[in-house]
């Protein structure tokens, strides 16, 4: 029987077959292989005596893994920010936008909150989808731009990021019109939010699942390759192919188009700024290994 792994919590794996979940232990030979699995996994397992328990007898390829929260084959990611209580922090999100362009996920901004602000930085969001974000407005309480996102799950795996206290858990008990997941308050004095989330799992929805995970304030991208980061910012694409050097990393070679594109206003200067950032911290943790 072929399913999908929607849960696991010590050592047991939930696993969506057909109008059914059922309750599986892995075989010990995935120890020796090193091949763990995650919440994601397409599997084919092997009923019990008890047929409401089962084994795990084979994990399918994976077309996406991610690390954290470790979940295979997510297709898309709502990642989730509020404009106000928490602040929106550019850094931050251009953290999570690299991870998911690293992941190679669609990407769907959720800017939540909209109540809190008179107006919306229109700066701002050009920019955001000058650098390919389809963006939602969000105001998750009342339930305004939900629609927008239903329409978006059906044959995605998604996946719900972004920091404490910006509503994500919100926004999946709107969708699902019930508490799946703890929603919290914000802290008085650090304005953040507060952690609710306490394991993450699959949840069945519209022909497609959604996955809520633990919030987090921040984020290493210290495990992406130098050579590798500037496939996470697919505005250098078209610009990284005139370069005078093919293995130009834009930083300080002569005759860089990326860089001529920055200048130009082709490039925002700030995504740059931050490329060059996260680039020069990718080398230094490199030369301290």
């Known amino acids: 029987m072929q399913g999908v792994i929607t849960k696991g919590i010590g050592g047991l794996y939930f696993v969506k077959v057909e109008d059914k979940v059922i309750e599986c232990k892995a ?23 008890d047929v409401s328990k089962g084994v795990i007898e084979k994990i399918y390829a994976r077309d996406t893994e991610m690390i954290r929260p470790a979940v295979a084959n997510v297709t898309q990611a709502f990642v989730v920010f509020s404009l106000k209580k928490p602040d929106l922090n550019m850094d931050l ?10 992941y190679r996920l669609k990407i769907v901004l959720c800017l939540n909150k909209l109540d809190l602000v008179d107006k919306v930085d229109e700066n701002l969001v050009q920019e955001l989808r000058n650098v390919g974000c389809d963006i939602v407005f969000l105001k ?18 998604s996946v719900f990021c972004g920091p404490s206290g910006v509503g994500k858990s919100t926004i999946l008990n709107s969708l699902l019109g019930r508490e799946a997941m703890k929603t919290g308050d914000i802290s008085k004095k650090s304005q953040k939010g507060k952690h609710t989330t306490r394991h ?16 987090f304030s921040s984020l290493s991208l210290d495990f992406i390759e130098k050579e590798k980061l500037q496939d996470c910012f697919p505005e250098f694409e078209k610009h990284g192919s005139e370069c005078r050097f093919s293995n130009c990393m ?20 700030d995504r740059y700024k931050f ?15």
């Open 27 to 49: 075989r010990g030979k995935f120890r020796y292989t090193g091949l763990v699995p995650v919440i994601g996994d397409k599997v084919e397992i092997m009923l019990e005596t």
């Open 93 to 102: 999100l251009n953290k999570f936008l690299v991870l998911c362009e690293h």
């Open 140 to 157: 998750a309480k009342e339930g305004e731009g939900l629609s927008e996102l239903k329409a978006k799950v059906k044959d995605n795996i």
């Open 200 to 215: 993450s799992e699959l949840i069945e929805y519209e022909d497609g699942f959604l996955l809520d995970t633990p919030g």
């Open 250 to 269: 834009h930083y300080k070679e002569p005759n860089c188009r990326v860089k001529e594109a920055v200048d130009s206003n082709e490039i925002y200067a």
């Open 275 to 289: 490329y060059i950032k996260t680039l020069e911290e990718i080398i230094a943790r490199g030369n301290k290994k």
